[in-house]
């Protein structure tokens, strides 16, 4: 958390207030948060975060997204990658924000302010020279993102492994976006159990399965994503798919499909909640 609904909603309703503008001064405040990359003779290696590195005195082109990470790219092309991990957040302010224990680094533009904060530092940032050594050294290394995998290429993704499908779905190097809340609540919809082996779905569940989650996460980015925890979008706004999960964080409750008692085990390391009805093994 947050995953893929809320990742892109971060990244729309931060694009219009960001594609333009000018970075005018960074302040960075906790260094380690951030990695910096830079184009040496013997290939890339690291180097010292300098503002420049944070896109100070450029123009933001674009902001790309491949599963739950985003990327600030600018004209010139330097990238900076940010990973919100469990409890980041990139807000946009018109006025300067107020200093708080958790805002490690500010951008101030030239139409406001934009702030990385993280409480549990789980999620970070790190800079690049070009959006090419971004994709080769980070997202090269993701599967494809869970909005544009095709049905053929996830067919042949569970095919693959005998793990648990619940747990193909977390393996950001197979599926780059889907954590515990999606996962849950595409196999509810596709009538899938998150315990079956995935070499075991078939291709008429596997098709099931592609639609399910695609379905899942567009009706969340359509609702602003899932606010359980501590998620914003960038505007500070919460969201509001919390409020049709099916499965996710219910055990104990009634299916809304068979009224069947739900169901919770570890899936891949996560708690998971299904209907045992509903999703027989």
């Not at 260094?31 to 590195?53: F, H, K, L, N, Q």
């Not at 919809?189 to 989650?213: C, F, G, I, K, Q």
């Not at 009706?219 to 919390?242: C, M, P």
């Amino acid at each position: 958390m947050p995953e893929l609904p809320e990742v892109e909603c971060v990244r729309q309703t931060l694009a219009p207030h960001l594609i333009g503008t000018r970075v005018l001064g960074v302040e960075v405040r906790r260094r380690d948060i951030c990695e910096s990359w830079t184009d040496g003779a013997r290939g890339p290696r690291r180097g010292v975060t300098r503002p420049a590195a944070l896109l100070h005195g450029g123009t933001i082109a674009r902001l790309d997204r491949h599963g739950k990470q985003l990327a600030l790219i600018a004209r010139d092309g330097r990238a900076v990658c940010v990973h919100l991990g469990m409890t980041g957040a990139l807000t946009w302010s018109a006025s300067s924000p107020p200093p708080e224990p958790h805002g490690h680094l500010v951008w101030r533009l030239s139409t406001g302010w934009l702030r990385f904060s993280d409480t549990r530092r789980f999620g970070g940032l790190w800079t690049f020279p070009t959006f090419d050594m971004l994709w080769n050294l980070r997202w090269s290394r993701l599967g494809p993102d869970a909005l544009a995998i095709s049905p053929g290429a996830m067919a042949s993704t569970f095919a693959s492994s005998r793990a648990a499908i619940k747990a193909v779905l977390l393996n950001q190097h197979r599926i780059a976006g889907v954590g515990n809340i999606y996962a849950d609540e595409a196999l509810f919809d596709a009538r899938v159990s998150p315990l079956r082996p995935a070499a075991e779905v078939t291709p008429t569940e596997s098709r099931r399965l592609h639609r399910a989650l695609h379905r899942v996460l567009r009706a969340s980015i359509s609702d602003g994503g899932s606010s359980v925890q501590t998620y914003r979008d960038g505007l500070g706004h919460a969201g509001r798919f919390q409020t049709r999960h099916a499965v996710y964080g219910r055990k104990g409750l009634p299916c809304g499909r068979c009224a069947a008692v739900l169901v919770s085990g570890t899936v891949g390391g996560r708690t998971t909640t299904w209907c045992p009805r509903c999703q027989p093994k």
